[in-house]
């Protein structure tokens, strides 16, 4: 079975500081794993995903995450916090046997203070 | 066509009463997923259509719920009897043929349900 955990349900960071959002999977195969953001009253948009190519995965807005298969981690970085930034983030799994269904993780409200 | 279209955006209805909250996925996309959001709460998985196979209903809370999908593309989800506590965000995403654990989902801007 696959799950992830992602620690901190609130982060707060300045505008411009390190934004560092964390996912930690459990899977019993190799995993894909998927950031999604939630801006309000909106659905959810692809960031970026982790196929098992290379393991630092970079998507849009300038995020990136690096999967780290001894740590069980797929943590979500950006250099630079905008206030655009502030949304709900959401870590997902699934396996690489081919099923279809993701699984989210409880979700990572991000604020950025200005 | 373009993305995921779901109606209605919002729904407020008294307690007791049906709803249907309605899905038209991507063009193409054989597969076809509803979740619920509630406030402050993650993701809840309530079921997937994938093709002509039979729907994986496990998620569904109780048999107060229920989904369709006609013609292998747009989807209904049925509630009866609405409580409270299904007051929530239903967000209906698809995704490619045998292909949402690789390619992800594309989700719908969600329909907002308030039972009053």
């Known amino acids: 079975a696959q799950s992830v955990t992602q620690l901190g349900s609130h982060v707060s960071v300045s505008e411009g500081a390190l934004v560092l959002l964390r996912c930690n999977y459990s899977?019993?195969?190799?995993?894909?794993l998927f950031w999604y953001v939630q801006y309000p009253n909106q659905g959810l948009q692809l960031l970026l995903k982790?196929?098992?190519?290379?393991?630092l995965v970079k998507g849009i807005n300038d995020f990136e995450a690096e999967f780290k298969k001894s740590e069980t981690s797929f943590h979500l970085t950006k250099p630079s916090a905008h206030m655009s930034d502030a949304a709900e983030y959401f870590c997902?799994?699934?396996?690489?046997?081919?099923?279809?269904?993701?699984?989210f993780g409880t979700g990572t409200r991000l604020t950025v203070i200005p | 066509g373009a993305g995921v279209s779901q109606s209605p955006s919002n729904k407020v209805t008294e307690k007791g009463k049906d709803v249907e909250l309605r899905c038209d996925p991507i063009?193409?996309?054989?597969?076809l997923y509803w979740y619920r959001q509630s406030l402050g709460q993650g993701l809840e998985f309530l079921i997937y259509?994938?093709?002509?196979?039979?729907?994986?209903k496990s998620g569904l809370p109780s048999d107060r719920f229920s989904a369709e999908r006609t013609g292998g593309s747009v989807s209904t989800l049925t509630i009866q009897r609405t409580q409270q506590e299904d007051s929530a965000v239903y967000l209906c995403?698809?995704?490619?043929?045998?292909?949402?654990?690789?390619?992800?989902?594309?989700f719908g801007s969600g329909t907002r349900l308030t039972v009053v």
């Open positions: 995403a698809s995704s490619p043929v045998s292909g949402g654990g690789y390619y992800g989902y594309t």
């Open positions: 899977s019993s195969v190799p995993p894909y």
């Open positions: 982790y196929t098992s190519a290379a393991t």
């Open positions: 997902a799994v699934s396996d690489q046997t081919g099923a279809n269904n993701l699984f």
């Open positions: 063009s193409g996309h054989t597969a």
């Open positions: 259509f994938q093709g002509n196979s039979a729907p994986d």
